[in-house]
Each structure stands twice: as C-alpha cells, then as structure tokens.
C-alpha cells in the first residue's frame, strides 16, 4: 500500500524500511534480495542499534559498526513497509533518487518527458535535477506485508496448479511477454497482461481494487476462481472487473494523476 502523509509530522520521516515485530518497530530489509520479488522471499532481517534481548536480537559487528539483529519469517510480523521520497513537479508525482543540498533529482520511465528537461539515465528512464523550492516534497509507504499476505492465500489454495510465471505483487519483468499478474498502487490494487509487442506494451490493466478483491480478480484471471467463492465479487467490484480496464500504461497512469493517486 502506498499512501501520503500530510501532517506536521513529515518532518520527522525518516525514509528507510521497517518491520513491526512483538509490538516494536525495527529497521528491516529482506535477506539476501536484490530486488522486491514476493513470490519466492519470505525472510526479512530485523535490527536495532540497542540489544533487545527479550525479541532475539543477536549482536553483530564492533564499534560503530555494531548494531543487533534477528532474521524472521514475514508472517510474525506485524507490518513490513517502506517509507520514501516522491514529489509533486509539473503535475505529476515523481521518485526521489537523489538529495543534494537545495537541489533534488527525480525519475520517469516516461520517454515523453525527455522533451521537458529530462535526461536519459541509463537504459532505465530519465531523470531531471530541479530545486526543491520548484517541487512539492511528499513521503508514501509501501505497505509490502499485505502484498506478500495476499499473493501466499493465493499461493496455499491453489498449490501446484498456480501458474508459476504469474507476478505476485509486482510488475514482473517487462521485458518479457504475456506475463500476467498484479500490482499495488497507493491503497488499490490492479491486474494485468503484458502485450508481445513492446517493453511496456499491456493487454490490459483492471482496477482499483481493495485488498479482498484483488484476490478474486487474480482468481478469475487464473481461472481458479471456484477455489475462491468466498471471495466473490460484490456488484461494485464486478463492475470494476467489467468496465474499469485500462488499454496501456500511459492511460492507466493517467487515472492515477487525475485520482490524485501516486
């Protein structure tokens, strides 16, 4: 879940990753991953620069390098989230990557932008340095918990017969082709199809849903959806599943901008 803090209290964000475990917060991150990938990592490492003897924590390193540490299952957890940096310039909201003093530098995958001041970064996007006085700076969470809580209760009903290029809870890699799967986008979820024609060509994209929801729209998307009745769709949502389809990524982004949903 991504979602916008707008209190007084942004100035106290710390940007980070953190994991709510026996009731106390920690700084977190997944062991050994390279990238957020919710189907096959599950272990997520806890630590505190304090020893915390009743959770665990085992000491690790020496003198400023010394902090505690534990390696727990994602399910004895509470909350497993991430907080970042994005901001709002020229009516969109972009990525932070980097902060320098009074100047920031965003991110887009969006070739338009090129046209507008924006450098090709590499083969992943384009990037753009501007002051922070020209941009509106906002903090979003990324709720990680309940995407993985989500794609393992589709996982366990299924067993053996989910399909296993199916992208739980990502975007999978686009540059493939006929991938399928969802993703989360501030509080919604969506699903999706990737088109063999092009990096970041779809099928469709379908959405918003909640967090009961998306588990039926990925059912009947599997075609598992008798393991899911349960789960069945409301009017609201089937009408969502019918109607609410996006035909690229370009308008889907769209929806978001004019959702005020980054």
Known sequence: MEEFFDSEEDKKVITGTYAVFNGKKYEACFVKSDRVTFQDEKLVEIYSKEPVEEDGLEKYGFGKYLCYKKVVDIEELSEFYNIKEVCDYM?????????????????TQDPSFETKGFIQDGRDGFVKEIQVSDAMIRYVKNDYY???????????????????EYAFGILGDRSKIGIRGYFQKNESFFIYEKDPVGYMTFNYIIGPFNKRDIVYACALQLGKENLFEDYRFDQAAQDVYDKNRFGSYSEFKRYIITSCKY
């Open 91 to 107: 009516g969109q909201t972009f990525p932070i990557v980097r902060k320098d003093g009074d100047t920031i530098r965003i991110f």
């Open 146 to 164: 309940s995407t993985y809580m989500i794609g393992k209760l589709l996982r366990d009903r299924m067993g053996d017969e989910y399909d296993k």
